[in-house]
């Protein structure tokens, strides 16, 4: 698989917002579905959110309205805006792209990041 770098993340307080960042690390030519999962402890990992290349997004439940994902085609560059932070939001964010096409010509699925911690407390 390609690797996906992550950046953002940290920790802050309830009601706060944090803004989460993926890009590949090394140069592509397509990249289809990207998305972002967390895992909290003790919990199974769950989708957050995705978006197509053509920028059709959909949020889980238990996020919309406070996050928004967003992509920047000409960056391959994935991003995670969160906004109104809650407790229950603290868990590792692993950032996922379906599938990639390297400029080298390769092609690999299910590539994954190397998770950040988000931590919601007061």
């Known amino acids: 698989q390609v690797q996906l770098v992550q950046s953002g993340g940290g920790s802050v307080q309830p009601g706060g917002s944090l803004e989460l960042s993926c890009a590949p690390s090394?140069?592509?030519?397509?990249?289809?579905?990207m998305g972002w999962y967390r895992q909290a402890p003790g919990k199974q990992r769950e989708l957050v959110a995705q978006?197509?290349?053509?920028?059709?997004?959909n949020v889980a439940d238990s996020v919309k309205g406070r996050f928004t994902i967003s992509r920047d085609n000409a960056k391959n560059t994935c991003y995670l805006q969160m906004n109104s932070l809650k407790v229950e939001d603290t868990a590792v964010y692993y950032c996922?792209?379906?599938?990639?096409?390297?400029?080298?010509?390769?092609?690999?699925?299910?590539?994954w990041g190397q998770g950040t911690q988000v931590t919601v407390s007061s």
């Open positions: 978006i197509s290349k053509d920028l059709s997004a």
């Open positions: 996922y792209a379906e599938r990639i096409v390297t400029t080298a010509g390769g092609a690999w699925l299910n590539n």
């Open positions: 090394e140069s592509i030519f397509r990249i289809t579905t």
